[in-house]
Protein backbone atom coordinates (compact mmCIF):
# COMPACT_ATOMS: atom_id res chain seq x y z
CA UNK A 1 0.00 0.00 0.00
CA UNK A 2 2.84 2.24 0.85
CA UNK A 3 4.50 2.28 -2.60
CA UNK A 4 1.45 2.36 -4.55
CA UNK A 5 1.06 5.55 -2.79
CA UNK A 6 4.34 7.02 -3.31
CA UNK A 7 3.52 6.32 -6.89
CA UNK A 8 0.84 8.80 -7.02
CA UNK A 9 2.48 11.61 -4.17
CA UNK A 10 6.24 10.91 -4.39
CA UNK A 11 6.85 14.67 -6.13
CA UNK A 12 4.32 16.60 -4.22
CA UNK A 13 5.81 19.64 -2.42
CA UNK A 14 3.68 21.02 0.12
CA UNK A 15 2.96 24.31 2.01
CA UNK A 16 3.81 24.89 5.34
CA UNK A 17 0.30 23.95 7.53
CA UNK A 18 -1.84 26.18 9.41
CA UNK A 19 -2.56 25.01 12.67
CA UNK A 20 -5.95 25.34 13.56
CA UNK A 21 -8.27 23.32 12.34
CA UNK A 22 -11.40 26.02 12.17
CA UNK A 23 -9.40 27.90 9.47
CA UNK A 24 -9.66 24.54 7.60
CA UNK A 25 -13.30 24.09 8.04
CA UNK A 26 -13.87 27.80 7.29
CA UNK A 27 -12.20 27.61 3.96
CA UNK A 28 -13.56 24.24 3.63
CA UNK A 29 -17.26 26.03 3.98
CA UNK A 30 -15.92 28.51 1.02
CA UNK A 31 -16.47 25.12 -1.19
CA UNK A 32 -20.41 25.27 -0.36
CA UNK A 33 -21.17 28.08 -2.55
CA UNK A 34 -24.82 28.64 -3.24
CA UNK A 35 -25.45 24.95 -3.74
CA UNK A 36 -23.32 25.03 -6.85
CA UNK A 37 -22.50 21.38 -6.26
CA UNK A 38 -25.89 19.88 -6.09
CA UNK A 39 -26.65 22.40 -9.61
CA UNK A 40 -23.42 21.08 -10.61
CA UNK A 41 -24.91 17.64 -10.52
CA UNK A 42 -28.28 18.42 -11.59
CA UNK A 43 -26.63 19.60 -14.82
CA UNK A 44 -24.28 16.53 -15.58
CA UNK A 45 -26.39 13.54 -14.39
CA UNK A 46 -27.08 12.79 -18.16
CA UNK A 47 -23.58 11.16 -18.54
CA UNK A 48 -22.10 9.96 -15.37
CA UNK A 49 -18.98 9.79 -17.07
CA UNK A 50 -18.85 13.79 -16.91
CA UNK A 51 -19.17 13.42 -13.22
CA UNK A 52 -16.64 11.01 -13.11
CA UNK A 53 -14.03 12.14 -15.37
CA UNK A 54 -14.39 15.75 -13.19
CA UNK A 55 -13.39 13.69 -10.12
CA UNK A 56 -10.89 11.80 -11.95
CA UNK A 57 -8.80 15.17 -12.73
CA UNK A 58 -9.50 16.48 -9.14
CA UNK A 59 -7.89 13.48 -7.42
CA UNK A 60 -5.03 13.54 -9.88
CA UNK A 61 -4.39 17.57 -9.36
CA UNK A 62 -4.15 16.42 -5.87
CA UNK A 63 -1.71 13.81 -6.32
CA UNK A 64 -3.33 10.66 -6.58
CA UNK A 65 -4.45 8.48 -9.68
CA UNK A 66 -7.47 6.44 -9.32
CA UNK A 67 -5.48 3.39 -9.77
CA UNK A 68 -4.00 4.30 -5.81
CA UNK A 69 -7.60 3.60 -4.59
CA UNK A 70 -7.09 -0.50 -5.32
CA UNK A 71 -4.85 -0.40 -2.49
CA UNK A 72 -7.45 0.56 0.03
CA UNK A 73 -9.54 -2.61 -0.28
CA UNK A 74 -12.88 -0.57 -0.19
CA UNK A 75 -16.04 -1.93 1.09
CA UNK A 76 -18.47 0.34 -1.26
CA UNK A 77 -22.04 0.82 0.45
CA UNK A 78 -25.32 2.67 -0.76
CA UNK A 79 -28.94 2.54 -0.59
CA UNK A 80 -31.64 5.09 0.51
CA UNK A 81 -31.69 4.66 4.36
CA UNK A 82 -29.73 2.44 6.16
CA UNK A 83 -26.66 2.26 4.44
CA UNK A 84 -25.15 4.88 7.06
CA UNK A 85 -25.78 2.33 10.02
CA UNK A 86 -24.93 -0.51 7.62
CA UNK A 87 -21.09 0.73 7.10
CA UNK A 88 -21.03 1.12 10.75
CA UNK A 89 -22.10 -2.25 11.65
CA UNK A 90 -19.30 -3.70 9.05
CA UNK A 91 -16.45 -1.32 10.06
CA UNK A 92 -16.84 -2.41 13.56
CA UNK A 93 -17.05 -5.78 13.09
CA UNK A 94 -14.25 -5.85 10.84
CA UNK A 95 -11.93 -3.74 13.26
CA UNK A 96 -12.90 -6.70 16.03
CA UNK A 97 -10.76 -8.76 14.10
CA UNK A 98 -7.78 -6.68 14.36
CA UNK A 99 -7.68 -4.81 11.26
CA UNK A 100 -7.19 -0.73 10.82
CA UNK A 101 -10.14 0.44 9.47
CA UNK A 102 -11.09 3.82 7.95
CA UNK A 103 -14.65 4.98 7.56
CA UNK A 104 -15.92 7.65 5.39
CA UNK A 105 -19.63 8.70 5.89
CA UNK A 106 -22.09 11.74 5.10
CA UNK A 107 -22.86 13.94 6.83
CA UNK A 108 -21.17 14.94 9.93
CA UNK A 109 -23.66 15.57 12.76
CA UNK A 110 -21.16 17.74 15.11
CA UNK A 111 -18.27 18.09 13.41
CA UNK A 112 -17.06 17.71 10.19
CA UNK A 113 -14.23 15.74 10.89
CA UNK A 114 -16.54 12.65 11.57
CA UNK A 115 -16.83 11.83 8.77
CA UNK A 116 -13.24 10.49 8.24
CA UNK A 117 -12.52 7.93 10.89
CA UNK A 118 -9.70 6.09 11.79
CA UNK A 119 -10.70 2.88 13.83
CA UNK A 120 -13.97 4.11 14.42
CA UNK A 121 -12.66 7.73 15.56
CA UNK A 122 -12.90 10.49 13.83
CA UNK A 123 -9.70 12.33 12.77
CA UNK A 124 -7.99 14.55 15.01
CA UNK A 125 -8.11 18.40 14.65
CA UNK A 126 -4.01 18.38 13.94
CA UNK A 127 -4.78 15.44 10.90
CA UNK A 128 -7.33 17.44 9.69
CA UNK A 129 -5.34 20.48 9.67
CA UNK A 130 -2.42 18.43 7.99
CA UNK A 131 -4.51 16.86 5.53
CA UNK A 132 -6.71 19.39 4.78
CA UNK A 133 -4.28 21.86 3.53
CA UNK A 134 -2.36 19.39 1.71
CA UNK A 135 -5.03 18.92 -0.38
CA UNK A 136 -5.69 22.16 -0.92
CA UNK A 137 -2.73 23.75 -1.79
CA UNK A 138 -2.30 21.53 -3.83
CA UNK A 139 -5.25 21.90 -5.79
CA UNK A 140 -4.58 25.59 -5.54
CA UNK A 141 -0.94 25.42 -6.46
CA UNK A 142 -2.15 23.04 -10.02
CA UNK A 143 -5.23 25.30 -11.15
CA UNK A 144 -4.29 26.78 -14.44
CA UNK A 145 -6.85 28.37 -17.83
CA UNK A 146 -8.08 25.02 -18.46
CA UNK A 147 -8.31 23.66 -14.43
CA UNK A 148 -9.31 27.08 -12.55
CA UNK A 149 -12.04 25.40 -10.49
CA UNK A 150 -11.86 24.09 -7.06
CA UNK A 151 -14.07 20.55 -6.23
CA UNK A 152 -17.15 21.56 -4.10
CA UNK A 153 -17.74 20.53 -0.53
CA UNK A 154 -18.34 16.48 -0.99
CA UNK A 155 -15.77 16.20 -3.44
CA UNK A 156 -12.99 17.88 -1.36
CA UNK A 157 -13.90 15.78 1.58
CA UNK A 158 -13.75 12.78 -0.04
CA UNK A 159 -10.33 13.13 -2.17
CA UNK A 160 -9.05 14.46 1.18
CA UNK A 161 -10.78 11.07 2.54
CA UNK A 162 -8.74 8.90 0.04
CA UNK A 163 -5.24 10.80 1.09
CA UNK A 164 -6.12 10.40 4.66
CA UNK A 165 -6.24 6.60 4.67
CA UNK A 166 -3.52 6.09 1.96
CA UNK A 167 -1.16 8.40 4.12
CA UNK A 168 -2.39 6.78 7.31
CA UNK A 169 -1.93 3.12 6.21
CA UNK A 170 -5.37 1.59 6.71
CA UNK A 171 -5.85 -1.70 6.23
CA UNK A 172 -9.37 -1.28 4.50
CA UNK A 173 -11.91 1.34 4.17
CA UNK A 174 -15.56 1.61 4.47
CA UNK A 175 -16.73 3.61 1.52
CA UNK A 176 -20.54 5.22 1.98
CA UNK A 177 -22.00 6.75 -1.17
CA UNK A 178 -23.20 9.90 -1.18
CA UNK A 179 -26.42 10.61 -3.10
CA UNK A 180 -27.13 8.00 -5.45
CA UNK A 181 -24.39 6.10 -6.66
CA UNK A 182 -23.70 6.12 -10.62
CA UNK A 183 -23.03 9.92 -10.32
CA UNK A 184 -21.48 10.17 -7.16
CA UNK A 185 -17.87 11.14 -6.70
CA UNK A 186 -16.99 8.32 -4.85
CA UNK A 187 -17.70 5.93 -7.65
CA UNK A 188 -14.38 7.13 -8.96
CA UNK A 189 -13.77 3.98 -7.09
CA UNK A 190 -12.87 0.77 -9.52
CA UNK A 191 -11.58 -1.82 -7.73
CA UNK A 192 -14.03 -2.18 -4.36
CA UNK A 193 -13.14 -5.86 -2.48
CA UNK A 194 -17.56 -6.27 -1.82
CA UNK A 195 -20.56 -3.62 -2.70
CA UNK A 196 -23.72 -3.29 -0.54
CA UNK A 197 -27.61 -1.94 -1.22
CA UNK A 198 -29.15 -1.10 2.02
CA UNK A 199 -33.03 -1.06 1.85
CA UNK A 200 -34.02 2.05 -1.02
CA UNK A 201 -36.69 4.57 -1.04
CA UNK A 202 -38.13 7.56 -2.28
CA UNK A 203 -35.51 10.43 -2.01
CA UNK A 204 -33.33 13.08 -3.59
CA UNK A 205 -36.05 12.95 -6.33
CA UNK A 206 -34.44 16.32 -8.32
CA UNK A 207 -31.14 14.27 -8.77
CA UNK A 208 -32.36 10.93 -8.89
CA UNK A 209 -35.63 10.27 -10.57
CA UNK A 210 -39.13 10.12 -9.90
CA UNK A 211 -39.75 6.52 -9.14
CA UNK A 212 -38.38 4.21 -7.10
CA UNK A 213 -37.04 2.59 -10.43
CA UNK A 214 -34.76 5.08 -11.22
CA UNK A 215 -33.31 5.56 -7.73
CA UNK A 216 -32.47 1.86 -8.06
CA UNK A 217 -30.86 2.15 -11.39
CA UNK A 218 -28.82 4.82 -9.81
CA UNK A 219 -27.70 2.98 -6.58
CA UNK A 220 -27.02 0.10 -8.93
CA UNK A 221 -24.28 2.09 -10.54
CA UNK A 222 -21.50 1.21 -8.06
CA UNK A 223 -21.61 -2.56 -9.14
CA UNK A 224 -17.94 -3.19 -10.41
CA UNK A 225 -17.27 -6.23 -12.89
CA UNK A 226 -16.50 -9.32 -10.51
CA UNK A 227 -17.42 -7.74 -7.48
CA UNK A 228 -19.81 -9.61 -5.11
CA UNK A 229 -22.47 -7.60 -4.24
CA UNK A 230 -25.04 -7.54 -1.57
CA UNK A 231 -28.91 -6.49 -1.33
CA UNK A 232 -31.10 -6.53 1.76
CA UNK A 233 -34.77 -7.85 0.70
CA UNK A 234 -36.30 -4.90 -1.67
CA UNK A 235 -39.58 -4.53 -3.38
CA UNK A 236 -40.03 -6.62 -6.52
CA UNK A 237 -39.49 -3.62 -9.16
CA UNK A 238 -36.45 -2.33 -7.85
CA UNK A 239 -34.88 -5.91 -7.25
CA UNK A 240 -35.66 -6.75 -11.07
CA UNK A 241 -33.46 -3.05 -11.49
CA UNK A 242 -30.50 -4.32 -9.78
CA UNK A 243 -30.48 -7.61 -11.12
CA UNK A 244 -30.74 -5.79 -14.40
CA UNK A 245 -27.24 -3.60 -13.78
CA UNK A 246 -25.58 -6.48 -11.90
CA UNK A 247 -25.79 -8.32 -15.19
CA UNK A 248 -25.02 -5.55 -17.21
CA UNK A 249 -22.23 -4.88 -15.12
CA UNK A 250 -21.17 -8.70 -15.15
CA UNK A 251 -21.15 -8.21 -10.85
CA UNK A 252 -22.86 -11.21 -8.81
CA UNK A 253 -25.59 -10.05 -6.94
CA UNK A 254 -26.74 -11.58 -3.70
CA UNK A 255 -29.80 -11.17 -1.50
CA UNK A 256 -29.23 -11.37 2.08
CA UNK A 257 -31.10 -13.80 4.33
CA UNK A 258 -32.96 -12.41 7.43
CA UNK A 259 -30.55 -11.88 10.60
CA UNK A 260 -32.87 -14.79 12.33
CA UNK A 261 -31.03 -16.78 9.90
CA UNK A 262 -27.55 -16.55 11.63
CA UNK A 263 -28.81 -16.68 15.27
CA UNK A 264 -28.96 -19.72 17.44
CA UNK A 265 -31.23 -20.46 19.85
CA UNK A 266 -28.91 -20.25 23.13
CA UNK A 267 -27.50 -17.09 21.57
CA UNK A 268 -29.62 -14.45 20.00
CA UNK A 269 -27.50 -11.70 18.47
CA UNK A 270 -27.92 -8.80 20.07
CA UNK A 271 -27.59 -5.05 17.91
CA UNK A 272 -25.72 -2.02 19.50
CA UNK A 273 -28.28 -0.50 17.37
CA UNK A 274 -31.63 -0.10 18.40
CA UNK A 275 -35.13 -0.44 16.22
CA UNK A 276 -36.20 -3.44 14.52
CA UNK A 277 -35.19 -1.71 11.09
CA UNK A 278 -31.97 -2.61 12.12
CA UNK A 279 -31.54 -6.30 11.79
CA UNK A 280 -31.22 -5.81 7.95
CA UNK A 281 -28.55 -3.36 8.21
CA UNK A 282 -26.63 -6.16 10.50
CA UNK A 283 -27.41 -9.26 8.34
CA UNK A 284 -25.96 -6.80 5.49
CA UNK A 285 -22.79 -5.91 7.49
CA UNK A 286 -22.75 -9.72 7.69
CA UNK A 287 -22.59 -10.40 4.41
CA UNK A 288 -19.83 -7.60 3.69
CA UNK A 289 -17.34 -8.48 6.40
CA UNK A 290 -17.25 -11.92 5.48
CA UNK A 291 -16.56 -11.45 2.00
CA UNK A 292 -14.51 -9.07 2.81
CA UNK A 293 -12.31 -11.38 5.54
CA UNK A 294 -12.39 -14.32 2.66
CA UNK A 295 -11.59 -12.65 -0.14
CA UNK A 296 -8.61 -10.65 1.69
CA UNK A 297 -7.33 -14.46 3.37
CA UNK A 298 -8.13 -13.40 6.44
CA UNK A 299 -11.20 -15.85 7.34
CA UNK A 300 -11.89 -19.26 5.79
CA UNK A 301 -15.10 -20.99 5.99
CA UNK A 302 -14.58 -24.12 4.53
CA UNK A 303 -17.04 -24.57 1.63
CA UNK A 304 -18.61 -20.65 1.60
CA UNK A 305 -14.69 -19.72 0.44
CA UNK A 306 -14.93 -17.79 -2.83
CA UNK A 307 -19.00 -19.11 -3.49
CA UNK A 308 -19.52 -16.80 -6.52
CA UNK A 309 -21.13 -18.21 -9.89
CA UNK A 310 -20.52 -16.61 -13.15
CA UNK A 311 -23.34 -14.10 -13.79
CA UNK A 312 -24.09 -15.76 -16.90
CA UNK A 313 -25.23 -18.22 -14.80
CA UNK A 314 -28.29 -16.77 -12.97
CA UNK A 315 -29.31 -13.94 -15.57
CA UNK A 316 -32.67 -15.38 -15.63
CA UNK A 317 -33.01 -15.89 -12.00
CA UNK A 318 -34.10 -14.18 -9.27
CA UNK A 319 -30.65 -13.22 -7.27
CA UNK A 320 -29.60 -15.80 -5.17
CA UNK A 321 -29.72 -15.92 -1.41
CA UNK A 322 -26.33 -15.48 -0.52
CA UNK A 323 -24.92 -18.07 2.02
CA UNK A 324 -25.70 -18.55 5.63
CA UNK A 325 -22.63 -18.97 8.09
CA UNK A 326 -21.98 -19.32 11.44
CA UNK A 327 -20.77 -15.62 12.77
CA UNK A 328 -17.52 -15.90 14.50
CA UNK A 329 -17.43 -14.66 17.97
CA UNK A 330 -15.56 -10.95 16.86
CA UNK A 331 -18.61 -10.25 14.53
CA UNK A 332 -21.18 -11.38 17.08
CA UNK A 333 -18.64 -8.97 19.81
CA UNK A 334 -19.09 -6.14 16.99
CA UNK A 335 -22.84 -6.22 16.09
CA UNK A 336 -22.98 -5.64 19.92
CA UNK A 337 -20.42 -3.18 20.11
CA UNK A 338 -21.45 -0.88 17.24
CA UNK A 339 -22.69 2.77 17.80
CA UNK A 340 -24.15 5.11 15.55
CA UNK A 341 -24.74 8.70 16.71
CA UNK A 342 -28.12 10.10 16.10
CA UNK A 343 -29.79 6.93 15.00
CA UNK A 344 -32.33 5.67 17.66
CA UNK A 345 -30.35 6.87 20.22
CA UNK A 346 -32.34 7.20 23.84
CA UNK A 347 -30.39 10.10 26.03
CA UNK A 348 -31.98 10.11 29.84
CA UNK A 349 -31.36 13.72 31.19
CA UNK A 350 -33.30 13.53 34.03
CA UNK A 351 -37.03 14.17 33.81
CA UNK A 352 -36.40 14.62 29.90
CA UNK A 353 -35.89 11.63 27.39
CA UNK A 354 -34.48 12.10 24.25
CA UNK A 355 -35.30 10.12 21.45
CA UNK A 356 -33.20 10.87 18.70
CA UNK A 357 -33.46 9.49 14.96
CA UNK A 358 -32.19 11.39 11.74
CA UNK A 359 -35.03 9.67 9.78
CA UNK A 360 -36.10 11.88 6.69
CA UNK A 361 -37.57 9.49 3.80
CA UNK A 362 -41.10 7.88 4.27
CA UNK A 363 -39.84 4.56 4.97
CA UNK A 364 -37.24 5.79 7.83
CA UNK A 365 -40.15 7.88 9.33
CA UNK A 366 -42.21 4.42 9.77
CA UNK A 367 -39.58 2.79 11.12
CA UNK A 368 -38.84 5.86 13.28
CA UNK A 369 -42.56 5.86 14.58
CA UNK A 370 -42.11 1.91 15.47
CA UNK A 371 -39.35 2.42 17.44
CA UNK A 372 -40.46 5.50 19.65
CA UNK A 373 -44.04 3.79 20.32
CA UNK A 374 -42.18 0.95 21.37
CA UNK A 375 -39.34 2.73 23.57
CA UNK A 376 -41.42 5.51 24.96
CA UNK A 377 -44.90 5.27 24.36
CA UNK A 378 -46.06 1.73 25.36
CA UNK A 379 -44.51 2.72 28.72
CA UNK A 380 -47.20 3.54 31.84
CA UNK A 381 -47.00 6.75 32.68
CA UNK A 382 -44.96 8.25 35.74
CA UNK A 383 -46.89 7.34 38.70
CA UNK A 384 -46.28 10.49 40.87
CA UNK A 385 -47.44 13.31 37.88
CA UNK A 386 -48.06 13.88 34.04
CA UNK A 387 -45.90 12.80 30.96
CA UNK A 388 -45.27 15.48 27.80
CA UNK A 389 -44.68 14.47 24.74
CA UNK A 390 -43.00 16.39 22.19
CA UNK A 391 -42.22 16.69 18.68
CA UNK A 392 -39.02 18.90 17.55
CA UNK A 393 -38.51 18.61 13.63
CA UNK A 394 -37.13 19.92 10.61
CA UNK A 395 -36.60 19.24 6.85
CA UNK A 396 -34.33 19.55 4.10
CA UNK A 397 -34.52 19.11 0.47
CA UNK A 398 -37.47 18.31 -1.98
CA UNK A 399 -39.35 15.91 0.92
CA UNK A 400 -42.82 16.25 1.32
CA UNK A 401 -43.33 17.61 4.73
CA UNK A 402 -46.89 16.74 4.94
CA UNK A 403 -46.60 13.22 4.01
CA UNK A 404 -43.91 13.04 6.78
CA UNK A 405 -45.63 14.72 9.35
CA UNK A 406 -49.03 12.37 9.18
CA UNK A 407 -47.11 9.26 9.68
CA UNK A 408 -45.97 11.27 12.91
CA UNK A 409 -49.73 11.55 14.13
CA UNK A 410 -50.06 7.88 16.00
CA UNK A 411 -47.17 9.03 18.50
CA UNK A 412 -49.50 11.13 19.84
CA UNK A 413 -47.59 14.10 20.88
CA UNK A 414 -48.74 16.99 22.96
CA UNK A 415 -46.62 19.73 21.37
CA UNK A 416 -44.74 20.00 17.99
CA UNK A 417 -41.79 22.32 17.57
CA UNK A 418 -40.15 23.53 14.62
CA UNK A 419 -37.03 24.97 13.99
CA UNK A 420 -34.06 25.76 11.67
CA UNK A 421 -30.97 23.23 11.84
CA UNK A 422 -29.07 25.96 13.15
CA UNK A 423 -28.07 25.74 16.71
CA UNK A 424 -27.91 29.44 17.57
CA UNK A 425 -29.35 32.44 15.85
CA UNK A 426 -26.33 33.75 14.38
CA UNK A 427 -23.48 30.66 13.31
CA UNK A 428 -20.70 32.95 12.73
CA UNK A 429 -19.23 31.34 15.58
CA UNK A 430 -19.20 27.67 14.45
CA UNK A 431 -17.32 26.66 11.48
CA UNK A 432 -19.13 23.05 11.55
CA UNK A 433 -22.79 24.62 11.50
CA UNK A 434 -22.03 26.52 8.60
CA UNK A 435 -24.29 26.19 5.40
CA UNK A 436 -23.99 28.30 2.58
CA UNK A 437 -26.34 25.99 0.66
CA UNK A 438 -29.39 27.82 2.30
CA UNK A 439 -30.59 30.85 3.03
CA UNK A 440 -32.42 32.44 6.40
CA UNK A 441 -35.27 33.18 4.84
CA UNK A 442 -35.95 29.73 2.61
CA UNK A 443 -35.55 27.69 6.39
CA UNK A 444 -37.75 29.88 8.52
CA UNK A 445 -40.22 30.19 5.85
CA UNK A 446 -40.14 25.97 5.46
CA UNK A 447 -40.48 26.02 9.36
CA UNK A 448 -43.68 27.86 8.72
CA UNK A 449 -44.96 26.03 6.41
CA UNK A 450 -44.14 22.49 8.12
CA UNK A 451 -46.16 24.07 11.22
CA UNK A 452 -49.19 25.00 8.45
CA UNK A 453 -49.00 21.40 7.60
CA UNK A 454 -48.91 20.40 11.40
CA UNK A 455 -51.93 22.68 12.25
CA UNK A 456 -54.00 21.24 9.78
CA UNK A 457 -53.54 17.24 10.10
CA UNK A 458 -54.52 17.76 13.85
CA UNK A 459 -57.60 20.11 13.01
CA UNK A 460 -58.27 17.23 10.36
CA UNK A 461 -57.97 14.77 13.53
CA UNK A 462 -59.92 16.35 16.11
CA UNK A 463 -62.18 18.55 14.17
CA UNK A 464 -64.29 20.94 15.28
CA UNK A 465 -62.68 20.81 19.02
CA UNK A 466 -63.91 23.95 20.75
CA UNK A 467 -60.68 23.92 22.88
CA UNK A 468 -58.73 24.36 19.84
CA UNK A 469 -57.22 28.18 19.06
CA UNK A 470 -58.10 29.05 14.81
CA UNK A 471 -55.37 28.17 12.62
CA UNK A 472 -53.22 31.34 11.95
CA UNK A 473 -52.49 31.83 8.21
CA UNK A 474 -49.30 31.03 8.69
CA UNK A 475 -48.26 30.98 5.08
CA UNK A 476 -49.71 34.55 4.75
CA UNK A 477 -47.50 35.56 7.18
CA UNK A 478 -44.59 33.99 5.91
CA UNK A 479 -44.98 35.97 3.12
CA UNK A 480 -45.96 39.00 4.03
CA UNK A 481 -42.78 38.81 6.63
CA UNK A 482 -39.22 38.48 5.05
CA UNK A 483 -37.53 36.76 7.74
CA UNK A 484 -34.72 38.94 8.41
CA UNK A 485 -33.54 38.55 11.75
CA UNK A 486 -35.27 41.37 12.94
CA UNK A 487 -38.80 39.57 11.33
CA UNK A 488 -37.78 36.62 12.63
CA UNK A 489 -37.48 37.61 16.28
CA UNK A 490 -41.25 38.66 15.43
CA UNK A 491 -42.18 35.85 14.23
CA UNK A 492 -41.02 34.17 17.23
CA UNK A 493 -42.75 35.06 20.49
CA UNK A 494 -44.33 33.54 22.97
CA UNK A 495 -47.47 31.34 21.35
CA UNK A 496 -49.90 33.25 23.62
CA UNK A 497 -48.96 36.10 21.42
CA UNK A 498 -50.22 34.59 18.57
CA UNK A 499 -53.55 32.94 17.74
CA UNK A 500 -51.68 29.71 16.27
CA UNK A 501 -52.94 26.03 17.20
CA UNK A 502 -51.71 25.52 20.93
CA UNK A 503 -50.32 22.99 20.57
CA UNK A 504 -47.46 24.01 17.77
CA UNK A 505 -44.52 26.64 18.09
CA UNK A 506 -41.63 27.87 15.99
CA UNK A 507 -38.67 29.10 17.18
CA UNK A 508 -35.87 30.58 15.14
CA UNK A 509 -33.10 28.56 16.20
CA UNK A 510 -32.32 24.80 17.82
CA UNK A 511 -31.09 26.35 20.94
CA UNK A 512 -34.24 28.34 21.84
CA UNK A 513 -35.95 25.26 21.10
CA UNK A 514 -34.63 23.24 23.51
CA UNK A 515 -34.82 26.18 26.19
CA UNK A 516 -38.84 26.16 25.53
CA UNK A 517 -39.28 22.16 25.43
CA UNK A 518 -36.55 21.81 28.88
CA UNK A 519 -38.01 24.64 31.39
CA UNK A 520 -34.60 24.33 32.73
CA UNK A 521 -34.90 20.47 33.56
CA UNK A 522 -32.32 19.01 31.91
CA UNK A 523 -29.31 19.03 33.84
CA UNK A 524 -27.31 18.70 30.69
CA UNK A 525 -28.33 21.53 28.33
CA UNK A 526 -27.27 24.88 29.99
CA UNK A 527 -29.96 27.17 28.27
CA UNK A 528 -28.33 30.23 27.09
CA UNK A 529 -29.97 33.62 28.83
CA UNK A 530 -33.07 34.51 26.80
CA UNK A 531 -31.90 38.39 24.53
CA UNK A 532 -33.95 40.96 22.95
CA UNK A 533 -37.15 40.08 20.89
CA UNK A 534 -37.25 36.20 21.79
CA UNK A 535 -38.50 35.86 25.63
CA UNK A 536 -38.58 32.58 27.76
CA UNK A 537 -42.39 31.80 26.86
CA UNK A 538 -42.87 31.30 30.74
CA UNK A 539 -46.19 32.32 30.98
CA UNK A 540 -48.07 30.08 27.98
CA UNK A 541 -49.92 26.81 28.91
CA UNK A 542 -47.41 24.44 27.12
CA UNK A 543 -44.41 26.15 29.83
CA UNK A 544 -46.67 25.36 33.00
CA UNK A 545 -46.98 21.42 31.95
CA UNK A 546 -43.40 21.52 30.87
CA UNK A 547 -42.53 22.59 34.33
CA UNK A 548 -44.84 20.37 36.36
CA UNK A 549 -44.75 17.10 33.87
CA UNK A 550 -43.02 14.17 35.97
CA UNK A 551 -41.49 12.85 32.65
CA UNK A 552 -41.25 14.94 29.51
CA UNK A 553 -40.52 12.90 25.95
CA UNK A 554 -38.72 13.92 23.15
CA UNK A 555 -38.67 13.04 19.96
CA UNK A 556 -36.23 14.29 17.26
CA UNK A 557 -36.55 13.45 13.76
CA UNK A 558 -36.73 14.64 10.34
CA UNK A 559 -33.12 15.68 9.20
CA UNK A 560 -29.78 14.29 10.47
CA UNK A 561 -28.49 18.16 10.62
CA UNK A 562 -30.95 18.87 12.98
CA UNK A 563 -29.92 15.96 15.15
CA UNK A 564 -26.55 16.61 15.02
CA UNK A 565 -27.38 20.20 16.22
CA UNK A 566 -29.25 18.98 19.20
CA UNK A 567 -26.71 16.78 20.19
CA UNK A 568 -24.09 19.44 20.18
CA UNK A 569 -25.90 21.19 22.75
CA UNK A 570 -27.29 18.26 24.50
CA UNK A 571 -23.64 16.81 24.55
CA UNK A 572 -20.77 19.26 25.35
CA UNK A 573 -18.10 16.62 24.76
CA UNK A 574 -18.89 15.81 21.36
CA UNK A 575 -17.78 19.32 20.14
CA UNK A 576 -14.17 18.43 22.19
Known amino acids: MEGAFKKGTQHLQFSPLPAISGDAIRTLNTLQTNASYLEQVKRERGD?????????????????????????????????KGKGSACAFTERILRNFGLKTGFYSSPHLVQVRERIRINGQPISKELFSKYF????????????????????????LTIMAFHVFLQEKVDLAVVEVGIGGAYDCTNIIRKPVVCGVSSLGIDHTSILGDTIEKIAWQKGGIFKPGVPAFTVPQPDRPLEVLKEQAQRNSCPLYLCPDLDAFEMEEKPLRLGLAGDHQRSNAALALQLARVWLERQGYLDIGELKDPWPSPELSAKRPPPLAPVFRPREPMVQGLQATEWLGRNQVLHHGPVTWYIDGAHTTSSIQACVRWFRQAALNEEKPANGSEVRVLLFNVTGDRDTAALLKLLLPCQFDYAVFCPNFTEVSTAGNADQQNFNVTLENVLTRCLQNQTYWNRLMEAKVGQDPWLSPVADVEGVAGRLKPTPLHASLIFMPPSARPLNSNSLVFPCISHALQWVTQGRDPHFQAPASKGLHPHPVASSGAVLLKEAAAIRVLVTGSLHLVGGVLKLLDQSLSQ
Open 48 to 80: PQVQLEAMKGFLERSGLKVEDLDQLNIIHVTGT
Open 133 to 156: WQVYNRLEETKDSEHAAMPAYFRF
